[in-house]
C-alpha cells in the first residue's frame, strides 16, 4: 500500500506522552500514517491546512486554542477531514459539545489500542458512527438537561423546516441513524439492500447539509426528530 492510500491522521494533544502513545499504536498498522502532531489548537489549523489529513485525534483542553474552537473552525474550512474528539468521561459536557461543533465521534483517552485503530478507519470511512449506544447516551443526556439551564428540564425541540424535505422512508431512516443502527441493521428492519440504505443515507446527507451520520444523529436529537428516552436501551 503506498503512502497516498493510507489514512493520514494528525494527533492534537498538548501532552506529548500521549501524542507519542497514539502515534507508537497507529504507526504499527499497514493502513495508517501519521501525517504530523500539533500541541494547540492554532498548530493543529496550520497543520490541517498544510497536510490535509484524513482524521484528526484532538484535545479539548489545550492552550492557545482549545480543542473545541479548533473543531469548529476545521469542519468549516476542512469539512474533508474528520474529528475525533480526545475526551477523559464518556458523559463529558465537552464531547457533546465537541460533536455539535462538527466532530466526528470521541473517543476516551485510556481508550484501547484496537479500539483507537478501529475508530480511526471507521471515521475516515464516513460509513459508521464511533460507539453509537455511548454516542446516543451521551447526546441524550445533554438534550435532556438542555431546557433553561435546569437540570432534568427538556428544550423545547426547534424543528428544521428541512426536514419537510426528506421523504417518510428517509425520516424513518433518520430514526434508525439516531439509534445507532448500522447499515446492515437498517436494511435488516425495513427490508432494504444495503445499497439502498447507503442511497437514503447519502441524500438525508445531502438534505440536511450535515457532514455525516454522527452529525445526523446530533441533528435528530436537537430538532425533536428523536424524544430523548424514547426507543433506546443500553
Known amino acids: 500500500m503506498s503512502v497516498d492510500d493510507k489514512i493520514k491522521v494528525l494527533l492534537v494533544d498538548d501532552q506529548p506522552l500521549l501524542r507519542m502513545g497514539f502515534r507508537l499504536i497507529l504507526e504499527g498498522e499497514d493502513d495508517i500514517v501519521i501525517a504530523g502532531e500539533a500541541a494547540d489548537g492554532l498548530d493543529a489549523l496550520a497543520q ?29 474550512e476542512h469539512p474533508e477531514t474528520k474529528i475525533i474528539i480526545l475526551t477523559t468521561f464518556d458523559l463529558d459536557e465537552y ?8 466532530a466526528s465521534a470521541f473517543l476516551l483517552k485510556d481508550v ?24 446516543a447516551r451521551l447526546l441524550e443526556t445533554y438534550v435532556r438537561n438542555a431546557g433553561h ?10 424543528r428544521d423546516p428541512l426536514l419537510d424535505d426528506l421523504t ?10 439516531a439509534e445507532g443502527l448500522s447499515n446492515a441493521e437498517i436494511a435488516h428492519r ?37 424524544i430523548p428516552s424514547q426507543g433506546l436501551d443500553y
Open 190 to 226: 425495513f427490508f432494504l439492500s444495503e445499497a439502498t440504505v447507503k442511497t437514503h443515507v447519502r441524500r438525508i446527507l445531502t438534505k440536511l447539509h450535515l457532514r455525516d451520520r454522527v452529525q445526523a444523529v446530533v441533528y435528530a436529537y436537537e430538532t425533536g426528530l428523536v
Open 168 to 177: 417518510p422512508r428517509e425520516q424513518e431512516v433518520l430514526r434508525a441513524l
Open 48 to 76: 490541517t491546512a498544510a497536510l490535509k489529513p484524513d482524521v484528526v485525534l484532538m484535545d479539548v483542553r489545550m492552550p492557545k486554542m482549545d480543542g473545541l474552537e479548533a473543531t469548529e473552525r476545521i469542519a468549516k
Open 149 to 158: 439551564g435546569v437540570p432534568g428540564q427538556a428544550a423545547e425541540p426547534k
Open 112 to 135: 484501547a489500542p484496537e479500539e483507537l485503530v478501529h475508530a480511526v478507519r471507521l471515521v475516515a470511512s464516513g460509513d459508521a458512527v464511533v460507539a453509537p449506544r455511548v454516542t
Open 95 to 102: 464531547a457533546f459539545s465537541g460533536l455539535q461543533a462538527g
